[in-house]
């Protein structure tokens, strides 16, 4: 069994179906394929809500194909295209579904082929065509990502029909209009109750929902497992998804697959990494330990033109690298062409099986994920203050941010514990008071709102604040010119400048004023066109708890992005952290520049992985790993799979930490893997 499990998400379209089947059959082994995921009904060729008829004739040609696939030693699994439905594409779903009740959004505008979960024609439906999907006997049946009450217009959430309206009335005892509902939802100041009550709604209609379409399967073929593809726990803060309990209507078997989004669905930048790294930690967080992990790498809308080879590779590796158990690979399109009308995908797919199967072995089991703790929380929606909400999605989380900024600075993050932990925007409202001290008496990272929430809840003594004002542009206060780090306890030193033209050319930051206690530490300064300091920025306090905070008075909403980053500011950043850690921190990237270095510690080893985010090759690249354990041997991984001693690789190791540096040059083209064995 590989251990670098590919799964392929395959269109086999049904006017070219025994051509399409054939050249499965043949081409999975060869590329090292271990499961097909047959999609139906997909993209370009849905029918909008899947007609019955149409769904028993399909699956009746799937049979054979199931049958010869599992001869050949390959695992059959399904993945309907949708649940609720994407999007409409011009298609009514009453024409399959007569009376089909379909979504309404926030603003009153309704889909047509959306299905609205508590569409009564709807669920009827779905359990007919359920079973017959699940006739086939697949491992496994997906539910996609329209399984959510967000995205099916642009931007806005729903559901508000009057059936959702009718069932938040019975829950409140009182009758309430689409209007007053929404009104109360992106409410400012303190959450209105009715936002918890819709939130709650929502969870329960998903949860119910899932029940009908899990039991439909269940009751035909009891050995089908389920998979979850999620679109990121941040946006999923909109409809109060509760993980545990899905996790739990999912895996009536004990067994769920989650399927993570890694973004770049196009080639971007390199720096989309960054994003594929935390989606995939961040899903793991909230979803129960043991949860099998196939990420969705996917070339949307397919062939090099839209994604390089290079790139899916890497988001591969990735994953394995972070220990996950396998990949899904949406690499063809749905339009009834050929594989081999792209056949270099195939050909990495093979050759780098190798490689991916090593990297795999190495990083999966149990192990901690290591790096600056970062804060989630799935309640934020219902905390989150909402001031100036232009709409309903403003209650996803928005701090995705501060995980690539510290990634891009060289510094690892994870959602496991640390003594280390950062935060920036509204996430501490979802901590209560004890856990908030807890917080505060290890190290801890602040950012001008996360600071302004400690300070309204009773905290300001503990970080260094007497006064602190909500965030207003710089610009709003006197001209203003850059960011001085000038402490030289922390690295800076006079005149070391930082533009406050962030995140890019065309934007300034927000800044929160604050009256600091008198014995915070000034790390560094904003100051004017004369080089005056009129306003500290960013501050050191130690406190009665015995803990380490750092606040930036800055809100990094507002500031993080390219021009945020620069030597300086990393030097500034990993300092802080190694002052908070009291040297105790993970890992650094100390010198190279857009590194995403992912750490996990094994029982018997560290699996320390560096890719490279830029054009440029690094000359060498170095690791700070902090462990007082002694090292016995380091090996790296090479292109062909197998793990081997290198002269590049020195090591010289200090009371904390070991200095590991690859003298070779190093490019964005493959990753450097390396593995650490100490005295046990
Ligand atoms: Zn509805």
Redesign the pocket.
């Known amino acids: 069994m590989s251990n670098a499990w590919y799964a392929l998400r395959r269109t086999i379209a049904p006017w070219r179906f025994q051509e399409l089947a054939d050249e499965v059959l043949e081409s999975l082994p060869k590329a090292g394929v271990d499961e097909l995921i047959a999609k139906i009904d997909s993209e370009e060729f849905t029918h909008g809500q899947p007609n019955l008829e149409w769904v028993k004739k399909y699956c009746r040609k799937l049979k054979p194909l199931k049958q010869t696939l599992e001869e050949k030693g390959i695992v059959f699994s399904l993945n309907p295209w949708i649940t609720f439905g994407h999007c409409d594409r011009g298609r009514d779903g009453s024409v399959n579904i007569p009376g089909l ?1 379909t ?2 959004d926030w603003t009153g505008i309704q889909d047509k082929c959306c299905a ?1 979960p ?1 569409s009564p024609a709807w669920r009827e439906h779905v359990v007919k065509v359920w079973t017959e999907y699940a006739k086939l006997n697949p491992a496994v049946i997906w539910l996609e990502d329209d399984l959510r009450t967000f995205n099916h217009r642009p931007v806005t959430i729903s ?1 508000f ?1 009057d ?2 309206l009718a069932r938040f009335s019975e829950r409140i005892g009182e009758k309430v209009t689409r209007e007053q509902l929404t009104a109360a939802i992106i409410k400012s100041e303190n959450p209105h109750p009715w936002r918890k009550e819709y939130l709650d709604m929502q969870r329960d209609v998903i949860l119910e929902t899932v029940k009908i379409m899990i039991d439909a399967v269940q009751a035909v073929s009891p050995e089908t497992s389920f998979g979850l593809m999620s679109s990121g726990p941040r946006a999923h803060c909109m409809e109060g998804r509760d993980w545990h309990k899905l996790a739990d209507v999912m895996s009536p078997n004990g067994k769920l697959i989650s399927r993570p989004p890694l973004g770049s669905y196009a080639e971007c930048s390199l720096r989309g990494l960054y994003f594929t790294a935390d989606s995939i930690k961040i899903t793991r967080y909230v979803l129960p330990e043991g949860t099998i992990e196939q990420t969705e790498v996917e070339n949307v809308p397919f062939t090099a033109y839209s994604k390089s080879l290079n790139f899916t590779f890497l988001q591969m590796a990735a994953s394995y690298a972070l220990g996950c158990e396998g990949v899904t690979m949406n690499l063809f399109d749905h339009c009834g062409s050929t594989m081999a009308d792209d056949p270099d995908m195939l050909q990495m797919l093979a050759s780098e099986k190798k490689y991916l199967n090593s990297l795999a072995a190495a990083a999966q089991g149990p192990a901690r994920q290591r790096g600056v703790q970062l804060l989630f929380s799935t309640k934020h929606g219902y905390n989150k203050h909402l001031d100036n909400a232009v709409d309903a999605s403003a209650l996803a989380a928005n701090d995705y941010w501060i995980a690539e900024t510290l990634e891009t600075l060289g510094l690892p993050t994870t959602y496991s514990d640390e003594n280390v932990k950062a935060t920036i925007g509204q996430m501490l409202r979802n901590y209560s008071d004890d856990e908030i001290k807890q917080l505060l008496s290890g190290g801890l990272f602040l950012d001008a709102v996360a600071a302004s929430v400690l300070f309204e809840r009773g905290f300001g003594d503990y970080i260094g604040i007497k006064q602190i004002a909500p965030p207003v542009c710089i610009d709003d206060l006197e001209p203003l010119s850059a960011e001085e780090y000038h402490n030289k306890s922390f690295g800076g030193a006079k005149a070391k400048m930082m533009t406050l033209t962030v995140p890019n050319l065309f934007s300034r930051p927000s800044y929160s004023q604050a009256q600091l206690s008198d014995k915070a530490k000034l790390i560094s300064s904003l100051v004017d066109p004369d080089v005056q300091r009129k306003y500290p920025s960013m501050f050191a306090f130690e406190n009665s708890l015995g803990g380490r905070v750092v606040v930036h008075l800055l809100d990094w909403t507002t500031a993080c992005g390219s021009s945020f980053n620069n030597h300086y500011r990393r030097e500034q950043l990993q300092n802080v952290m190694r002052w908070l850690s009291r040297d105790t921190l993970s890992a650094v990237v100390p010198d190279n520049v857009f590194p995403l270095l992912i750490r996990r510690d094994l029982q018997h080893a560290t699996i320390a992985t560096i890719f490279n985010l830029t054009l440029d090759p690094y000359p060498q690249a170095k690791i700070e790993l902090y462990d007082q354990r002694q090292i016995t041997d380091i090996h790296v991984l090479s292109p062909t799979g197998s793990w081997q001693c290198s002269k590049a690789l020195t090591v010289a190791s200090n009371k904390n930490h070991h200095s590991i540096l690859y003298s070779k040059p190093l490019d964005h083209a493959r990753p450097l893997a390396i593995r650490i064995n100490f005295a046990q």
């Open positions: 009740q979504m309404v609205c508590l559901c029909c059936l959702h």
